[in-house]
């Protein structure tokens, strides 16, 4: 290995740490405010925003994952939390009976909207470059 590859996979790792390092502090911020002014965490949080603006308050649960980026056991236990909460319900897909659909209650809409500003402040003061939101 050269002295420049050297270099520049030094500077490669020092990026991806720089992205861990962000990932974590915007994280734990996020956690922080939403736990304590709305009772739920981030997972759940993106969750019920994957909901809301899928377009018709429901989605597959496979698609959940994927906007939640968890693992389908993952988000199962997550949708089973905001089930027991009142905040999502499922239902049998009619077309595919393996598939199944996770559904935003109006309760889950709710806390969703309360949500969404905290989120927002929260992203704005802690991504770096970031601009506060017009519609606070």
Do not use: N
């Not at 990026?15 to 997972?43: D, F, N, P, T």
């Not at 994957?50 to 988000?75: F, I, P, Y």
Request: aromatic share 4%; glycine share 8%.
């Amino acid at each position: 290995m050269s002295v420049s590859d050297v270099g520049a996979e030094r500077a490669l790792v020092d990026r991806w740490h720089g992205l861990l390092a962000c990932h974590a502090a915007v994280w734990g911020a996020l956690e922080r405010e939403l736990q304590s002014r709305h009772g739920i965490g981030v997972s759940e949080f993106e969750a019920l925003e994957g909901l809301a603006t899928s377009g018709h308050d429901k989605c597959r649960a496979a698609e959940l994952a994927g906007a939640v980026h968890l693992s389908q056991s993952a988000t199962s236990r997550l949708t089973a939390r905001l089930e027991r909460a009142g905040l999502v319900t499922r239902a049998m897909c009619d077309v595919d009976r393996r598939g199944i659909f996770v559904l935003l209650t109006e309760e889950g809409r709710r806390l969703y909207e309360d949500a969404r500003p905290t989120h927002r402040e929260v992203l704005a003061q802690a991504l770096p470059g970031a601009e506060q939101p017009a519609d606070r």
